[in-house]
């Protein structure tokens, strides 16, 4: 089982940054790829960004440019840099250990003046 615990969101004004940060704890050895995805009411749960255990990064259309993914062996950041409206969402943690997917518990990131 992995764990992941979720921090950093919150309300931001519209051209600001924010960071979201995913740490996981359990049994982490052979996790393939660590991301974060979003869901705004109404809508599907969306990828966002992604990085795989041999540093390949990939970037939704929409945020490519003002949002950059990063990690280390336990943790994922996303840098949410320009950020709009239309970015508000809940954003989740997922990582693939093995073929199976684990998801955090969701983190609200609104942006709004």
């Known amino acids: 089982q992995v764990q992941l615990l979720e921090s950093g969101g919150g309300l931001v004004q519209p051209g600001g940054s924010l960071t979201l940060s995913c740490a996981a704890s359990?049994?982490?050895?052979?996790?393939?790829?660590m991301g974060w995805y979003r869901q705004a009411p109404g809508n599907q749960r969306d990828l966002v960004a992604v990085i795989t255990s041999g540093g390949l990064t990939t970037h939704a259309e929409s945020v490519e440019g003002r949002f950059n993914i990063s990690n280390d062996m336990k943790t994922v950041n996303l840098r949410m840099n320009m950020m709009k409206p239309e970015d508000t969402a809940v954003y989740y943690c997922?990582?693939?250990?093995?073929?199976?997917?684990?998801w955090g518990q969701g983190t609200q990131v609104t942006v709004s003046s």
């Open positions: 359990g049994n982490i050895l052979g996790i393939a790829a």
């Open positions: 997922s990582v693939r250990r093995f073929d199976l997917d684990y």
